[in-house]
């Protein structure tokens, strides 16, 4: 007689624990989510930055690899930020600049913060599916499937 409560616990057990771990991993995939939005939007931002003072500003030759330097400098540890990088987000940000909003601030300012949220709804030409990522080398994304 004690099988029965032995096999309905074995039940519970099972249930529990597939309940639990479905709602980890779903909340696993929105931080992941969550963390490569923002991360597309601060390389975006940079890129932005970078690409208007280049040429609003003349930043001269070495500029970049000096903003990086000073970058290393100041935050020990920083990665993913070397003059190349730099140069990265930089083409990231111009070839997705048509996203931007008409009426956005010119850049030469404030560092802008982005939202890349719902921009997997946007439907562009074909041509442009190829180009879904950033540059090769730039700006880490992780495959949330």
């Not at 099972?14 to 490569?36: F, G, P």
């Amino acid at each position: 007689m004690t099988e029965p409560v032995i096999t309905n616990q074995n039940e519970e057990l099972t249930n529990a624990v597939q309940v639990i771990k479905d709602a980890i991993l779903q909340s696993q995939q929105r931080a992941l989510k969550a963390i490569n939005q923002e991360q597309l939007a601060l390389y975006y931002g940079i890129g932005r930055y970078i690409s208007v003072n280049t040429r609003k500003k003349n930043w001269g030759k070495g500029f970049i690899e000096s903003v990086s330097e000073q970058l290393r400098k100041e935050l020990p540890g920083l990665r993913g930020f070397s003059a190349s990088n730099l140069k990265n987000m930089r083409m990231f940000y111009e070839e997705w600049r048509q996203l931007e909003q008409p009426n956005s601030p010119d850049g030469t300012g404030e560092l802008a913060s982005y939202s890349f949220v719902g921009t997997n709804k946007i439907e562009l030409p074909e041509e442009n599916h190829s180009r879904l990522q950033p540059p090769y080398g730039c700006c880490y994304v992780q495959d949330i499937g």
